[in-house]
């Protein structure tokens, strides 16, 4: 029961990542996309840090600070230029370029986690590579500097979860989160102040669309969602974890069609397919051991 409701669980977090794609698009027309972050991020924190209980010895050491922000740098880069990329690309194309990420994982993991590199990794490599080329070269979808920008992000949340998975196992779930949260709302202050060198009026921050967004992302996306993430990890394999969340581009998608109304062309659908099926191709193989180690303690 306890991992039905944890995959339960993983899989609304993965349908409100995907469904916040359109909603933080249409905030960031009003408010620039650190600024936003920063504000986010904020909130978040301060969400959680309600909940942690002060009873008892001092829960933050100087390890903790240090795992946190550790990992808040690298997801700070995800949503930085996730964020800034949905400035010049579309919701859809953002989703399944995001999603990548759950295929850089493993290849990331045998540098960093010293996982023995298997031929399966590769090969999804491959298949996501010619779906991220459907996507977003052929027919009339061109590369965009949208489309680089939020491969990088990929690449930050891919550095994440690799060391998300070092870290958890380390340190209380609640103040490793509120950490990072704190860390990467720092960051997108200190780059809105660097780089958004632009008045943003009170009006603008209290437009309708930014309220929602940030009342979405803030409380559901981000306090929520990485919140839950690192609880409910526990009670399920890594490999359902990394499939779940091989869903969140799919959701992205049915919310832009859906809210907007944003279509892909036939060969962005099969880049988008192919893409799909690389990131559950990768993680496919760390299934069958399971079941083959439980029939063996059956016997």
């Given amino acids: 029961m306890k991992k039905l409701f944890a995959d339960g669980s993983l899989l609304f977090v993965a349908f409100i990542w995907g469904a916040t794609f359109v909603v933080v698009q249409n905030a960031i027309q009003f408010l620039p996309p650190h600024l936003f972050n920063g504000i986010r991020f904020l909130l978040a924190a ?111 949340f891919a550095f994440h979860i690799v060391f998300t998975s070092k870290y958890s196992e380390q340190h ?34 209290l437009h309708q669309d930014v309220i929602f967004a940030l009342l979405i992302t803030s409380i559901f996306a981000t306090a929520i969602a990485f919140y839950v993430q690192t609880k409910f990890q526990q009670f399920t394999s890594a490999a359902r974890v990394a499939i779940i969340f091989a869903m969140e581009p799919v959701f992205a998608a049915l919310t832009a069609f859906m809210v907007i109304n944003e279509r892909l062309s036939i060969y962005g659908l099969i880049g988008c397919f192919f893409i799909f099926t690389a990131m559950i191709t990768t993680e496919i193989p760390k299934l069958f051991p399971l079941k083959r180690e439980i029939k063996q303690t059956n016997i």
């Fill in 46 to 156: 301060i969400i959680l840090s309600l909940f942690v209980q002060r009873k008892g010895k001092q829960i933050i050491s100087m390890k903790i600070i240090k795992a946190g922000t550790f990992l808040g740098f690298f997801l700070f880069i995800g949503y930085a230029f996730q964020t800034v990329g949905l400035i010049y690309t579309t919701s859809s194309k953002a989703g399944f370029i995001t999603g990548l990420s759950v295929m850089i994982v493993p290849i990331l993991a045998v540098f960093f986690l010293k996982e023995k590199p298997k031929l399966i990794v590769f090969i999804s490599a491959g298949i996501g590579t010619v779906g991220l080329y459907f996507l977003t070269l052929a027919g009339i979808s061109k590369i965009s500097f949208g489309d680089f920008l939020v491969f990088i992000c990929a690449i930050g």
């Fill in 172 to 205: 209380p779930a609640l103040p490793l989160t509120i950490i990072q949260l704190v860390t990467v709302s720092l960051l997108s202050f200190l780059s809105s102040y660097l780089f958004e060198n632009q008045t943003v009026s009170l009006e603008q921050i």
